[in-house]
């Protein structure tokens, strides 16, 4: 909202919409006077003055006296511009407002008084939860963003500090059908959103040592906020917009760009140009057609005056000095990206969820060219003093991050084969590094994210553009290496269009090898050419077209290996086995404790997670348990049994096994 206050609000909209009077209200600057002066008392007894008013409406009539009023006196306070009003209406006028203003200021202690009682009684009964407020989508003044509630929200009970928003058990059905029309459109809590102040407040989660003197350059470069946005709640991206301008530098803000993906909602269209008309370093820039988040960045860049750009998600809340550290590095060294610590904003109750320096992950991805996130590796711990100082990041998630202008546009900016979303993120990132840059992760900036479990947003189907995305990366900057994603995909790459420009790059910039970008990034990714065995799993018993299938993302972590119908495809039944006896794709090893076989991180000490293959009696038997992998008579569930050669349901093939990359340290199958 203008302000946070209704009756300043109110005093607004009561004013003449076409009068310069409005005109000149309408400057930020001056309209945060009339808030705060209202704020303050001063004024009360003018601002709502009828004979006032009527003056008002006499200026409108001929608009000549103010506008002559108001070009001299260009700069006024809100005070100022009662003063000469009041003059205008002439000297018995400010006599009588004199003796009226005497007899007020004896009664206002007693009012005062009273008034907080009955605000003390108010809050005691008001509801848990009243209804968010309704923001209409065709606001023409400011009244239209007040509340058609008959109370407002009580926003230093809701969410502030980051803390959670709790939906009491007995909401009414009206407020249960609000609540799921919020989710099914965001995917999140938006009920719970629009409850929460628009500039509420967060913890500062910074480490002791991000905010010691002179520990940051006194010269910074400005940079421009780019934020892409399609359909976006209201209050989800009204927060992300003045997290930044409320915790930012000023001068460290060139502009905040704000890109519409093509949106439909009514409120992102006239309801938001005229919010935002209020922050002159807030710019709205409109694609003409749905682009997609690629170009819709592109797009922000192309509008962009910053020497600094800084991509924000439209679904953030920036934490306290969250600039300063990413522009710092920048400073440093322009070859220098630099991400954020993202924390994790709760999609149902936005509690705010940050973690210590000590807690910072890096990022990497694994053969299916997915993002994930590790540890920081003790050589990276090494090479620091303090934990609050950046750290090296193979990858970066790609949603939140800084870079020099220039730089950007030296790599390529984003690949234009690119569709829609994917893997930008793994591009920008390898060429970062193999082309004379470096990544970091800043664990002294912390930003805010809603994490969603699932996309709102519908596209054409059709196409697999993930994959095609994918597959154009992995020409362009994989080398050798590309072989092993496409194995995950079953060698068909598709239609993936020309690369050609893009190799050129590559070579016009003299980038470094894959292999270099491993040996040296990214030491800890396990390699695929170094399986023993590599393919789908598949068991010879009852037919013959049962095999090992599971996907091993996070949070499929823990849980049972699942059994599927062979399908030649890769994907959740591409498994490999390492020198070390582990069955495992990427980070996800098989696990056996007892119980289920279950997928678990792969953690390099063998024990529950060792696996003997033999591949002449076909049999995959557990290093300490020394039982065997089995399947059902029903084909459904993945068993341990005693050893027996002759069950054929004890019988696997391992895919691509080479017996000549065996480790002389793996023991003999008993």
Known sequence: ????????????????????????????????????????????????????????????????????????????????????????????????????????????????????????????????????????????????????????????????????????????????????????????????????????????????????PDRFVRKLPPTSVIICFHNEAWSVLLRTVHSVIDRSPKELIREIILVDDFSNMAHLKRQLEEYMAMYPVVKIVRAQRREGLIRARLLGAKHAKGPVLTYLDSHCECAEGWLEPLLDRIARDPTTVVCPVIDVIDDSTLEYHWRDAGGVNVGGFDWNLQFNWHVIPEREKKRHKNQAEPVYSPTMAGGLFSIDKNFFERLGTYDSGFDIWGGENLELSFKTWMCGGTLEIVPCSHVGHIFRKRSPYKWKSGVNVLKRNSVRLAEVWMDEYSKYYYQRVGNDLGDYGDVSSRKELRKRLKCRSFRWYLDTVFPELFIPGDAVASGEVRNLGYGGKTCLDSPARKNNMHKPVGLYPCHKMGGNQYWMLSKEGEIRRDEACLDYAGQDVILYPCHGSKGNQLWIYNHETNTIQHGSSKKCLAISESKQRLLMAECNLRALEQHWRFENFNASKLSSAQPEQS
């Open 1 to 212: 909202m203008f302000c946070q206050n209704s009756r300043a609000l109110s005093f607004y909209a009561s004013l003449p919409t076409n009068t310069c009077v409005s005109e000149f209200l309408m400057d930020r600057s001056v309209f945060s006077d009339v808030c705060e002066t209202i704020n303050r008392g001063e004024a009360f007894w003018f601002c709502e003055n009828r004979r006032h008013r009527k003056r008002l409406k006499r200026w409108q009539a001929s608009a000549t006296p103010a506008e002559d009023l108001l070009s001299s006196y260009n700069n006024v306070s809100i005070s100022s511009l009662c003063r000469l009003i009041a003059k205008e209406d002439g000297a018995e006028m400010r006599m009588l407002f004199s003796r009226r203003l005497r007899a007020v200021w004896s009664r206002l202690g007693l009012v005062a008084l009273v008034l907080w009682g009955l605000v003390a009684l108010v809050l005691l009964w008001q509801p848990a939860l009243p209804s968010p407020p309704v923001r209409s989508s065709s606001s023409s003044a400011a009244s239209s963003y007040i509340s058609k509630s008959t109370s407002l929200p009580r926003h230093d009970l809701y969410g502030e500090e980051g803390k959670p928003v709790v939906l009491a058990s007995n909401i009414s059905a009206d407020v249960k059908k609000l609540i799921d029309e919020g989710w099914e459109k965001n995917a999140f809590n938006q009920y719970v959103s629009d409850l929460i102040s628009l500039h509420r407040t967060l913890p500062d989660p910074r480490d002791p040592w991000c905010k010691e």
